[in-house]
C-alpha cells in the first residue's frame, strides 16, 4: 500500500468512526513510511506541540529522516492496527553515561481523540525494553499547554522533574524498572 492510500485511508471519515483497537502490531520505521510521517508532522497541532512550530519543507525532513535511520541509537517505531498507521514512538539516546533516552511520540492527526495514546505509550515502552535490554531512563519533555500529553505521562507512571520557563515545557522520567 502506498503512502498516499494509506492517507486517504486514514482521511476516510468513516474509518475513524469505525476504528478498533484489535490488532495492534508495532514496527521499526523504514524509508516507505517517510511521506506519511512528513504528513504528520506537519499537521497544524502536531506543529503547535513541537519544540520548533515552524513547518518542515520536504528536503529538510527527507535529510533528517535518513540521518534518523542511519543513527543505530535512536529506535523510531510505527504502531498500526490492522495495517493502518496511527501512531508513532521515537527514542534517542540522550546520554550514554547513564543510559537515558528522549522519548517522542505522536498520534496519526486523523486518530486523535481516540483514546489511543495509553495504548501507543505501553506498546512502544514495551518494545522499546525488549530491544534495549537492562536499566534504562526514560525522558520526555512535554509543553506545558499540552494537557492531554502531560496527563498521559503523569498517569503511566512518569514522574515530574519540572518544568522549563523559556522552553515553556515540563520534564517526566521514567526508570525501566517500573516498566
Not at 492510500?5 to 495492534?24: A, E, G, P, T, W
Amino acid at each position: 500500500m502506498l503512502a498516499e492510500d494509506v492517507l486517504s485511508l486514514i482521511n476516510n471519515s468513516i474509518l475513524r468512526q469505525v476504528f478498533i483497537v484489535n490488532k495492534i502490531s508495532i514496527c521499526r520505521v523504514n524509508s516507505y513510511h517517510s511521506r506519511l510521517i512528513w504528513e504528520w508532522r506537519n499537521d497544524p497541532d502536531s506543529r503547535l506541540m513541537s519544540r520548533d512550530s515552524d513547518f518542515i519543507p520536504w528536503d529538510h525532513h527527507e535529510k533528517w529522516f535518513q540521518s534518523s535511520l542511519a543513527d543505530s541509537s535512536r529506535y523510531f517505531y510505527l504502531l498500526e492496527n490492522d495495517n493502518i498507521p496511527f501512531g508513532l514512538a521515537r527514542f534517542d539516546l540522550f546520554d550514554i553515561k547513564v543510559k537515558s533516552y528522549e522519548m517522542s511520540i505522536m498520534i496519526a492527526p486523523a486518530f486523535r481523540g481516540k483514546n489511543l495514546s495509553k495504548t501507543l505509550l505501553h506498546r512502544s515502552l514495551s518494545k522499546f525494553n525488549e530491544d534495549v535490554k537492562g536499566d534504562k531512563i526514560i525522558l520526555a519533555e512535554v509543553k506545558k499547554d499540552n494537557f492531554k500529553s502531560n496527563s498521559l505521562f503523569l498517569n503511566y507512571g512518569f514522574h515530574d522533574e519540572g518544568g522549563d520557563t523559556i522552553l515553556n515545557q515540563f520534564t517526566y522520567l521514567l526508570k525501566s524498572s517500573i516498566l
